[in-house]
Nanobody, 115 residues
Framework: QVQLVESGGGLVQAGGSLRLSCAAS????????MGWYRQAPGKQRDLVAV???????NYADSTKGRFTISRDNAKNTVYLQMNSLKPDDTAVYYC?????????WGHGTQVTVSS
C-alpha cells in the first residue's frame, strides 16, 4: 500500500521557520522526483518546490531564497525547510511523489503564519 506520511506543519509567527518532512513507502517504484505543493483557501494548488533524483531543484518564484527542498533517497524522504515565513505562505502543504506512471499525493499538512 502506497503511503506518504507528512509531518512538520503548524502555527508560526511571521519571520519564523518550519521544516516539513514527507516519507514515501517503499511500495512506490521508479521514483523520478519528489516535491511540495500548497493550496490556500479558495485558490488552486500550486507548486512550491521539486527535486529530482539527480538533485536538480525548481522553486516557485515566491519561495526562492526562503525555502529549501532536500531529500534522502535512501529513506525515500523529502524535506522542505521554510525560513522567513510570511502570512501569504499560509496554506495546506501537500507532498508529491512523481513515479514513472503517476503522481502520488500526501494528505496535506497545515501551515499557518500569523502576522
Amino acid at each position: 500500500q502506497v503511503q506518504l506520511v507528512e509531518s512538520g506543519g503548524g502555527l508560526v509567527q511571521a519571520g519564523g521557520s518550519l521544516r516539513l518532512s514527507c516519507a514515501a513507502s517503499d511500495s512506490i517504484f521508479s521514483i523520478r522526483a519528489m516535491g511540495w505543493y500548497r493550496q490556500a483557501p479558495g485558490k488552486q494548488r500550486d507548486l512550491v518546490a521539486v527535486i529530482t533524483n539527480e538533485g536538480d531543484t525548481n522553486y516557485a518564484d515566491s519561495t526562492k531564497g526562503r525555502f529549501t527542498i532536500s531529500r534522502d533517497n535512501a529513506k525515500n524522504t523529502v524535506y522542505l525547510q521554510m525560513n522567513s515565513l510570511k502570512p501569504d505562505d499560509t496554506a495546506v502543504y501537500y507532498c508529491a511523489v512523481y513515479s514513472s506512471s503517476r503522481i502520488y499525493w500526501g494528505h496535506g499538512t497545515q501551515v499557518t503564519v500569523s502576522s
